[in-house]
């Protein structure tokens, strides 16, 4: 069973930076890709950014290229978003989440996953 727990939420004034976490376990880490999404209540939950599973590739929403970065660390089974620039635009419910396979890049939409995490929250105040 695939767990993934997000960590580094929180509140933060608009133009700060935060740095989340998520942890993976229960299947062979570096051989899946990973991403990351967000959600506000009332809207679908929305595509932030992916990483390949070497970690060699990324990509990134318009709304977040240049201001938040991906990464992975395959040897912690962690990936991170740093996110800077932090606008009230970017508060919502942030998730991470493992790619089914690798025959799809970039994997943008949330069909393109199958495992999520439980989400947490990023608040940004003006």
């Known amino acids: 069973q695939v767990q993934l727990v997000e960590s580094g939420g929180g509140l933060v004034q608009a133009g700060g930076s935060l740095r989340l976490s998520c942890a993976a376990s229960?299947?062979?880490?570096?051989?899946?890709?990973m991403g990351w999404f967000r959600q506000v209540p009332g809207k679908e939950r929305e595509f932030v950014a992916t990483?390949?599973?070497?970690?060699?590739?990324?990509y990134y929403a318009d709304s977040v290229k240049g201001r938040f970065t991906v990464s992975r660390d395959n040897a912690k089974n962690t990936v991170y978003l740093q996110m800077n620039s932090l606008e009230p635009e970017d508060t919502a419910v942030y998730y991470c989440?493992?790619?089914?396979?690798?025959?799809?890049?970039?994997?943008?939409?949330?069909?393109?996953?199958?495992?999520w995490g439980q989400g947490t929250q990023v608040t940004v105040s003006s």
């Open positions: 989440a493992q790619a089914r396979n690798r025959n799809t890049w970039p994997p943008s939409a949330t069909i393109d996953y199958d495992y």
């Open positions: 990483i390949s599973w070497t970690g060699g590739s990324t």
């Open positions: 229960g299947r062979t880490f570096s051989l899946y890709g």
